[in-house]
Each structure stands twice: as C-alpha cells, then as structure tokens.
C-alpha cells in the first residue's frame, strides 16, 4: 500500500513538516520544564530521562496533529516518538552512564536511532524507501541535539548585567534553532520517501 502521492507530497513540504516539528519543538521544551519541576518536587535527581520523554512526546504529538490527514499518521506515531527517545534516556539512566563525555549527545544520537526504527515500523506500510526515514532521523536528532554543545560553551562565558541578559537570549534562540533543525532534515526526508512511494 502506498502514500496517496497527488495529496501527501502537496500538503507535506519541508516548510510544514518543520512548522509541525518547531511547535513540537516548543512543545517538548515546556513538558520537560513540567516533568523536571516535578522530579524536583518528588527529590528526583540526576537523571535525564525527562528530556527525552518531554521532547519525543512533544515533537512526535505535533506531526502527528498537522500530518495525521495526508500520511495516513495514527496515533501510534506519538507513542513512537515518546518510546523512541525515552527508552535510551531511561537505559542510560538506570546504568548510571553520568561518566560519558556529552552523555545528552549519546542519548539523543540512540534516541535518534530508535524512534527512525519505530517510526520507520509505521511508514514501512505506506512507502517502500521509509529506510530513509531512520537516517533521517538519526542525523536530525543528532544535529539538533548538537546545538546544546554551544549553550555549554556560552554558559562559561562570564558576565554581568545586560550581558547576561544577552547570553540568556542567545541560548533561548540556540534552544529553539534544534527544533527548526531536525524539522528541515526530517522535512527533507519525509519528502524524499513521499516522492517514491
């Protein structure tokens, strides 16, 4: 069976697909804010699992809203996401991995690898190169959580005042520009899968 290609490939282009992932983006930032707070309140500490939760339930919730019509998306694509980034999160937590160099990087790298292959499991019914779907998202997830690399080395900038006010600005923006990120290359390859059915 195969994506209805005349309807999908106009109402799936790169721009929406990243509106849908940048709101989801948006999305996920507020959940892990709200998860966090309330780790904190239970006397959760030093564990990330939460990020990845917040954010594959957040991104994956908004494509599925604005794609569920034209790619025949089911529910099942925001438990895809939500498992697919929670469960390395939740590992790596239970195996106290604190000591890994850029462990955010290496949970959002797997987190990458396993919501392409669930997410991957649902497009394979509709189209024959959802493969690319798993590299797609692999290199989105990645690169998006790179971002953060930056905001570890404006935050040991020493400032004071409007400066920190800046800094504080930036970082928003760097924040956010992940979301803008994976949404261009999941965006890229959602159309690629789109165009050959």
């Not at 005349?6 to 697909?17: A, M, P």
């Not at 990845?52 to 604005?66: A, E, K, N, R, Y």
């Not at 690399?149 to 040991?156: A, Q, R």
């Amino acid at each position: 069976m195969t994506i209805s290609m005349g309807l999908s490939k106009k109402k799936v282009s790169v721009g929406r697909w990243t509106k849908a992932t940048f709101i989801g983006w948006l999305l996920g930032v507020f959940l892990i804010l709200l998860l966090s707070s309330i780790l904190d309140a239970a006397g959760i500490e030093h564990m990330q699992f939460y990020l990845g939760v917040g954010m594959g339930t957040g991104v994956g919730l908004s494509q599925w809203w604005f794609f569920r019509n034209f790619i025949k998306l089911k529910a099942n694509w925001i438990w895809a996401s939500l498992f697919g980034m929670g469960l390395p999160f939740i590992i790596l937590d239970v195996m106290r991995t604190d000591a890994i160099a850029n462990k955010l990087i290496f949970d959002v790298a797997l987190g990458g690898i396993t919501t392409g292959f669930f997410q991957f499991m649902i497009l394979k019914k509709q189209s024959t190169t959802a493969w690319l779907w798993i590299i797609g998202c692999v290199i989105g997830w990645t690169l998006a959580g790179l971002t953060m690399l930056v905001i570890d080395y404006t935050m040991t900038i020493n400032a004071t005042g409007s400066v920190n006010l800046l800094l504080a600005l930036l970082n928003l923006l760097i924040i956010l520009s992940g979301g803008l990120i994976l949404g261009v290359c999941n965006g890229i390859t959602m159309r690629k899968i789109l165009s050959t059915g």
